[in-house]
């Protein structure tokens, strides 16, 4: 049974929108800090952005500040990823990722701990 489940994706146009949802298990979207990772092939993964479990104050990778907002609904224990102005440069497979250490704050994995989703694909056409 997958742990992560993600949704949505798909292709725009730049300055388009879309949103990736990743719903978790209670437990796990209680002691985890969530967000996302990204990648390109012939690239090093790339933290989006994450929250911690309590809330606070996000992380975001500099190439989608302003652009890119990640919450969280503790009723549904989902995470969401609204990216709006999207550009070419942002065309990636995204992951959903629950971190227990919490390093995704940084920008960075935390190697074999926590969980991965299944992956999404946002392709944005220029």
């Known amino acids: 049974q997958a742990q992560l489940v993600e949704s949505g994706g798909g292709s725009v146009r730049a300055g388009g929108s879309l949103r990736l949802s990743c719903a978790a298990s209670?437990?796990?979207?209680?002691?985890?800090?969530m967000g996302w990772f990204r990648q390109t092939p012939g690239k090093e993964r790339e933290g989006v952005a994450a929250?911690?479990?309590?809330?606070?104050?996000?992380y975001y990778a500099d190439s989608v500040k302003g652009r890119f907002t990640i919450s969280r609904d503790s009723i549904k224990t989902t995470v969401y990823l609204q990216m709006n102005n999207l550009k070419p440069e942002d065309t990636a497979m995204y992951y959903c990722?629950?971190?227990?250490?919490?390093?995704?704050?940084?920008?960075?994995?935390?190697?074999?701990?926590?969980?991965w989703g299944q992956g999404a694909q946002v392709t944005v056409s220029s």
């Open positions: 929250l911690t479990p309590g809330g606070g104050t996000p």
């Open positions: 990722r629950a971190d227990p250490i919490c390093t995704i704050m940084t920008g960075r994995d935390s190697g074999n701990f926590g969980y």
């Open positions: 209670a437990v796990i979207y209680r002691n985890n800090c």
